[in-house]
């Protein structure tokens, strides 16, 4: 019979042998119930935290006695393996969670088990073991405490002093008696980070994450079928599959992370966010060849595209016009007649105000200036009423949503101030959205320059619009 002599000398094999396989850290807990851990799940799942991840609320008897999975179970092995890269997301649209860079951790970690699984067992012939990474009925966070790996966050993650929390956790439950290695203490103390930044306040309570009000459940785990609440698609904050932000501000990754070795981790073709119009048009049988033996397969494309299509991009524009006035002229201002002795000069009706908006909406979309799609040299714009080349330029605008707009008249006399109800009610009108998401604005200069001195009427506008599909 082996000695526990023989049992840590068999420990520092397996641990170098990991070590090769790519694993940081390998940790070891001795065989015994979950007692404490099984009432805080089954509390956990009563509270119906677990959404409709129906599988949770399973194998209870299971999760807190492993010898029920394997037979003469005596310790469980906990490993980690980094899947963090230097590289960073593209840009803040369509953001796919670090973990589902690249290929399935799944394979992957079960794969390299495997080997440590036939390496021990050639150092120990009457090894036996099963190996689970997210693919049973395992309480792995709590082994990963149990053994020292590290401590669970308030986010409920396992935080490791030395690497953060950019790992993947993988159990072998075995028949050696290894002896606990030494707990590790909570180090995330007053610490609320991940607390404060959660938009969905998904984090209830120390170590508690509300699935129902998590962005990372909904954009992975949610039925393709299942509308995601309104209140988590406003605060999707450009997350189109998984979730990062808890660990994102997490003090214990700042310059903590440890490279991973494992190539197959790095992001797919450098794709760390979705291409979303690609993706937005994909078969599923160009979905299916473009995700193999991803994690991303996981939602499907129909789970892919709603997300998609939630996710809303903010945008403002700014914008200005000026025109000099003189009689016999109209002044008209946001489609509306003004009653003035004085009008502008211009090629079309000289509405400043929408001038201003057009160019400030036209700049919000990045396609150019009033001059560019309007220009006074062309024929076809002479004498036309301003409201039709809003309308022209919000039909260039077919795939984005007004938010609001703030605009500002500036005009010697007449004086504005009985006007702005009516133009407000008019531009709401024109541009489609509630009155309340319009503000109008009306002053002079002074008597200084020339709009000082009633030679000029100008108007400044800014918008702010969203994407849609």
Same mark, same amino acid.
């Given at each position: ?10 420990? %520092? ?25 099984? !009432? ?9 935290? #677990? ?23 005596? &310790? ?33 970690? %079960? !794969? ?10 050639? #150092? ?111 605060? %999707? ?15 214990? #990754? ?78 008209? %201002? ?64 077919? &795939? ?38 319009? !503000? ?9 320059? &020339? ?19």
């Amino acid at each position: 019979m082996a000695t526990m002599l023989d049992f840590n000398a068999l420990k %520092l094999s397996i641990n170098k042998y990991a070590q090769e396989l790519g694993f940081i850290r390998v940790a070891y807990a001795s065989y015994s119930h979950l007692d404490t851990e099984i !009432n805080h799940y089954k509390e956990w799942i009563a509270n119906s935290y #677990n959404a409709d991840m129906m599988w949770m609320d399973k194998n209870y008897e299971k999760r807190e006695d492993v010898n029920l999975i394997l037979e003469g179970a005596k &310790s469980v092995i906990v490993l980690a393996h980094s899947y963090f890269t230097k590289q960073k997301h593209n840009s803040n649209e369509n953001k796919i969670s670090r973990y589902a860079w690249g290929d399935d951790y799944h394979d992957i970690l %079960l !794969n390299k088990m495997n080997k440590l699984e036939t390496f021990i067992k050639e #150092n120990y012939p009457d090894f036996k073991s099963k190996a689970y990474t997210d693919t049973g009925p395992i309480l792995e966070k709590q082994w990963a405490v149990r053994s020292g790996l590290g401590w669970q966050g308030k986010n409920s993650l396992i935080l490791n002093k030395d690497f953060g929390s950019y790992f993947f956790l993988g159990v072998i439950i075995n028949n050696i008696p290894f002896e606990n290695d030494n707990t590790e203490i909570d180090r995330c103390g007053t610490c609320t980070k991940c607390i404060d930044a959660c938009p969905t306040h998904a984090i209830i309570d120390n170590k508690i994450v509300d699935a129902n009000k998590c962005i990372s459940f909904w954009t992975i785990e949610a039925k393709p079928y299942k509308d995601i609440p309104e209140a988590i698609q406003e605060n %999707l904050n450009g997350w189109a599959f998984g979730c990062d932000i808890c660990q994102e501000v997490c003090p214990w #990754n700042r310059h903590k992370p440890v490279i991973t070795s494992e190539l197959n981790f790095f992001p797919r073709l450098q794709e760390t966010n979705f291409d979303k119009e690609k993706l937005i048009n994909y078969t599923d049988e160009e979905f299916r060849l473009r995700f193999k033996n991803s994690p991303i397969k996981r939602t499907k494309l129909k789970g892919i595209k709603r997300n998609l299509k939630l996710l809303r991009y903010e945008m403002v524009g700014f914008g200005y016009d000026i025109h000099r006035l003189t009689l016999g002229r109209k002044l008209v %201002l946001g489609g509306v007649n003004i009653d003035s002795e004085l009008g502008t000069i211009a090629h079309s009706d000289g509405d400043v105000l929408i001038h201003s908006l057009i160019d400030a909406l036209l700049g919000a979309a990045g396609l150019g200036d009033i001059g560019e799609h309007f220009p006074d040299t062309d024929e076809q714009y002479n004498g036309i009423a301003s409201t039709e080349l809003l309308n022209k330029t919000l039909e260039l605008l077919n &795939s984005y949503k007004i938010i609001n707009i703030d605009c500002m008249i500036i005009l010697e006399k007449p004086k504005i101030k009985e006007y702005k109800p009516l133009i407000k009610k008019n531009l709401a009108k024109l541009l489609n959205i509630n009155e309340s998401r319009v !503000n109008i604005k009306a002053g002079t200069n002074e008597k200084l320059d &020339s709009l000082g001195n009633n030679e000029a009427c100008a108007a400044y506008s800014v918008v702010s619009i969203e994407n849609k599909i």
